[in-house]
């Protein structure tokens, strides 16, 4: 009997712990799969979709940066995807290429059930306004906060996105808005969401420190063995709490999962298992 196969498609790839997570999911599910990574050409995302489709994979997470191109290649968008213009997982169904975006649900699993932060009723800067912000930005909306500010160095993109959500946004009687780094105002939030890469690199964006009060709670969407730049900085602010993206990362591929497999994994152990092993891999 052959073995299902899924796949993440990405460039980088190599990196990334997605095949450790769907490997102990798919065990501790009694699921007979196989998963592992493909580095796609940066030119040709459509082709090593449509031959992993010919070889027989059932599914396909997409990271970095093709998350915005996979919903050209599907017939069947999830109402995320068609909201964000980003898709994160593909999948079969009746014949047909479906595609959804499991990153925003990932995230606010993370923040409202993991972490047990609130978000109804709050003030929320989010920065950055690529694929990764594109993909939560619904999710988020619709845990109702009082107002989400999107922050991007280029005001403009920062302004469109906020125009693709601003329906989201009213339905849930919430607020949002685009603009620059240097103009979000001069007030606190309650909670930050970091949605760019560039302090893995030791960037940090032009925010005025008054965007942290020490009841701001901040969360990074990326992750490492050591806190990232971005949450030693408001650290140094006096942030009373923050904390990476690993949980994100486990959670929306829990919803991965449960997309092709009909069955939602326990995350909290395999959440774990990543800190002490991002944890030893310092020591």
């Known amino acids: 009997?052959?073995?299902?196969?899924?796949?993440?498609?990405?460039?980088?790839?190599?990196?990334?712990?997605?095949?450790?997570?769907?490997?102990?999911?798919?065990?501790?599910?009694?699921?007979?799969?196989?998963?592992?990574?493909?580095?796609?050409?940066?030119?040709?995302?459509?082709?090593q979709v449509q031959q992993l489709w010919q070889e027989g994979c059932l599914g396909m997470n997409v990271t970095v940066p093709f998350k915005e191109q996979a919903p050209a290649l599907c017939q069947v968008l999830s109402p995320r995807v068609a909201l964000a213009g980003a898709a994160n997982t593909l999948y079969l169904?009746?014949?047909?290429?479906?595609?959804?975006?499991?990153?925003?649900?990932?995230?606010?699993?993370?923040?409202?059930?993991?972490?047990?932060?609130?978000?109804?009723?709050?003030?929320?800067?989010?920065?950055?306004?690529g694929g990764a912000v594109r993909g939560v930005l619904q999710p988020?909306?619709?845990?109702?906060?009082?107002?989400?500010?999107?922050?991007?160095?280029?005001?403009?993109?920062?302004?469109?996105?906020?125009?693709?959500?601003?329906?989201?946004?009213?339905?849930?009687?919430?607020?949002?808005?685009?603009?620059?780094?240097?103009?979000?105002?001069?007030?606190?939030?309650?909670?930050?969401?970091?949605?760019?890469s560039a302090s893995l690199q030791g960037e940090l964006p032009p925010l005025p420190a008054t965007v942290i009060a020490s009841t701001t709670a901040v969360y990074d969407m990326m992750y490492g063995a050591e806190p990232t730049p971005f949450l030693h900085w408001a650290e140094r602010l006096g942030a009373e709490r923050g904390q990476d993206g690993l949980g994100m990362l486990v959670e929306q591929a829990a919803e991965a999962f449960a997309l092709w497999r009909g069955v939602r994994p326990q995350t909290a152990p395999v959440i774990e298992?990543?800190?002490?092993t991002l944890l030893a891999s310092k020591a």
């Not at 065990?27 to 580095?39: G, V």
């Not at 906020?162 to 607020?175: P, Y």
Request: one cysteine or more; hydrophobic letters at 40%.
């Open 93 to 129: 169904r009746d014949g047909e290429v479906c595609c959804d975006n499991t990153d925003g649900i990932g995230m606010m699993q993370d923040i409202l059930v993991n972490l047990g932060w609130q978000v109804t009723a709050k003030r929320v800067l989010v920065l950055g306004a």
């Open 140 to 196: 988020l909306l619709q845990a109702r906060p009082r107002e989400v500010v999107v922050a991007n160095r280029t005001a403009a993109r920062a302004e469109a996105l906020a125009d693709v959500f601003a329906r989201t946004a009213a339905e849930q009687d919430s607020q949002i808005r685009g603009c620059g780094f240097t103009d979000v105002g001069d007030q606190p939030f309650d909670l930050i969401i970091n949605g760019t």
């Open 273 to 276: 298992a990543l800190r002490q």
């Open 1 to 47: 009997m052959s073995t299902d196969r899924y796949f993440l498609l990405g460039n980088p790839v190599s990196h990334s712990k997605s095949p450790f997570i769907h490997t102990t999911f798919a065990e501790a599910t009694a699921q007979s799969l196989q998963y592992a990574t493909r580095l796609c050409p940066l030119d040709d995302f459509a082709g």
